[in-house]
């Protein structure tokens, strides 16, 4: 049996993913120490973030290239887990929804969120599939690595990923990956590569914007 394609590029991107999982953001929120400050900056600026994954996603529908890929993607538009999740972790953290709503975009987060929706635009299905999956597919490994915070507030965030239920998400931008890539010559592979390769890069970036509480210069 062949290697998938998206295999081929989880491969490639390995040493990004692993600098995500070694970054100090997570190894301090499993240990319970991580500032709440921290964390709360990180979740506002997600909360933003995935309106532009969702946004981006509805343009990766609209250029469905048949019924089972328009299937696939239109279960993607929602974000509603994650989007209660923030409201849960909001509540917790005496986050006001409406403060939430008006923070600025951090460089960082903008830069990342335009990467998706200029991949989507300019590309086709499987571009737009490269760009997103990284996303979904850290998170989900994520999950499966944190371990056991006693933190009320980590544990609370922790428990949705470790349950897995981004599993389906992710097998599902995968085949979208793998069926583009089938049908692809190999400028169009090396461009869902590079998507991959970037967004990878983003996802560690953004931790570490988090990390760092990016700000713009005055």
Known sequence: MSERFSDSLRATATPIWEAIFRHPFLSQLKAGTLAEETFRFYICQDYHFLEGFARTVAIALSKAPDFEALILLSKR??????????????????IDESDAEGTELAPTNRAYVNHLLSTATLGGVGDAAAALLPCPWTYHEIGQRLGQTDHPIYKSWASVYQQGFLAESVEAWRLLLDRAAADAGEA???????????????????????????????
């Not at 538009?77 to 005496?94: A, C, D, K």
């Not at 869902?192 to 210069?217: I, V």
């Open 188 to 218: 169009q592979r090396r461009r869902m590569q590079d998507a991959f390769l970037t967004s990878s890069r983003y996802e560690y970036m953004f931790w570490e914007m988090a990390w760092r509480q990016e700000r713009w210069p005055p």
């Open 77 to 94: 538009v929602p974000v509603p887990i994650e989007r209660e999740l923030h409201r849960s972790l909001f509540s917790l953290m005496e």
